[in-house]
């Protein structure tokens, strides 16, 4: 089965595909483009691709064909999106898509609703003014990092690093108003990315919540009411195994709740070890709300994996981006029961995708982003 794959670095993006009879990793097409694309979403029903610029005010817009020799073509670019945008969301119906600027404290809306059209609707901008956080290096500002929609197609819920809150959008009526902010214990917790569950359900029965300063999961319940969206949570996991485990520098990435609702992964970066981790939960549903298991972690033979994608649509195994170190992507096997073998299936070395000028100067310049088509 050959997989394609959207792959972003500073100054790339980046078609590959990935041949699991052969187990062999290609890159197809080396996009250059300025600044660094965090991160890349894709609308399918019109072939369209939108990358956002974590270092400037720069959004593109690119129709995608991956089956052409030139799959980048008809470029759109503006300069009007908020400074420092880390994360994109499409509305339900695709009409609108939401981008949390990590750097300036807000989450733009921008009008895409007719696949030409791609203009910030400035009236609409949500703007985090919540009281910041006690690590003064990473919370000196709040810093909105991902927005996620709710399966009913109506809420969106934003973590706010900076200020240890959850932002809570409501876009009926094309309104996108913040309808209520929910603090996130304790102070210093540092709420990055979530997921709500189960999957592939409507509407959310619970929400995880990955806290990137104290590498902790939580499990809130979801309740609807009116015009607010109600989290309250219930438990926590570490995402080392047990309390204390944790070393000071860790920072966790991303993290990814799989189509069976069974099992979740995590990444762990910043552990000051050799390499850093991918952790694997297993969820158990013998309660009144899922509880988690720390089952294990396994190295990823780099250092700050800020992304990895789960292949086969979730069903397959675990692609990771290194951001520095000797291997710019490894690919890691997943047995039938969730666990991860230690030894990378496939090591794909930094050198595919720097020179070794790149290398000695920017070694942190590897892959940040990584996606199946």
């Known amino acids: 089965m050959m997989t394609k794959l959207l792959i972003a670095r500073p100054g790339h993006v980046y078609l590959a595909t990935y041949d ?5 990793f290609t890159i197809i097409h080396d996009l250059a483009i300025p600044g660094c694309p965090s991160w890349l979403t894709v609308d399918r029903s019109r072939s369209l691709v939108y990358i956002v610029d974590e270092d400037s005010t720069h959004f593109h817009r690119f129709r995608l064909d991956p089956s052409s020799e030139t799959p980048f073509t008809q470029k759109l670019t503006v300069d009007t999106a908020s400074p420092g945008a880390v994360y994109l969301a499409f509305s339900q119906d695709k009409r609108r898509l939401l981008s949390a600027a990590f750097g300036s404290s807000t989450v733009d809306v921008w009008d895409v609703s ?15 003014d919540g009281q910041t956080g006690p690590v003064s290096h990473i919370q000196d500002a709040p810093h909105p990092h991902q927005v996620l929609l709710d399966p009913t197609g109506r809420f969106y819920v934003v973590p706010d690093l900076g200020s240890d809150e959850l932002l809570i959008i409501d876009s009926k009526n094309d309104a996108f108003k913040l309808s209520s902010r929910i603090f996130v214990p304790p102070l210093g917790s540092g709420p990055r ?11 959310a029965t619970h929400y995880f919540l990955l806290c990137e300063l104290t590498n902790t999961i939580a499990v809130y319940s979801v309740k609807y009411k009116g015009s607010h969206l109600e989290l309250f949570r219930h438990s926590k996991t570490s995402t080392f195994g047990a309390v204390g485990a944790s070393p000071a520098t860790a920072r966790a990435g991303h993290l990814e709740l799989l189509p069976d609702n069974k099992h979740l992964y995590v990444s762990n970066r910043l552990t000051g070890r050799a390499h850093d981790s991918i952790a694997y939960m297993r969820i158990h549903t013998n309660g009144v709300h899922p509880t988690l298991e720390f089952v294990q972690e396994v190295p990823t ?13 979730g069903r397959g195994d675990i692609l990771v981006g290194n951001e520095k170190s000797e291997f710019g992507l490894v690919l890691l096997e997943r047995t039938p029961d969730g666990h991860i073998n230690d030894t990378p299936k496939l090591r794909v ?18 892959p940040k982003f990584v996606m199946e088509l």
């Open 301 to 313: 033979m780099g250092i700050l994996p800020r992304m990895f994608c789960v292949l086969d649509g």
């Open 349 to 366: 070395p930094m050198s595919e995708f720097m020179d070794e000028v790149e290398m000695k100067e920017n070694p942190g310049n590897g």
């Open 114 to 128: 007719d696949g030409v059209t791609l203009q910030r609707l400035a009236e609409k901008t949500i703007v985090s």
């Open 20 to 24: 699991a009879p052969a187990n062999k």
């Open 193 to 203: 990315h979530g997921a709500f569950y189960p999957g592939g359900a409507s509407p």
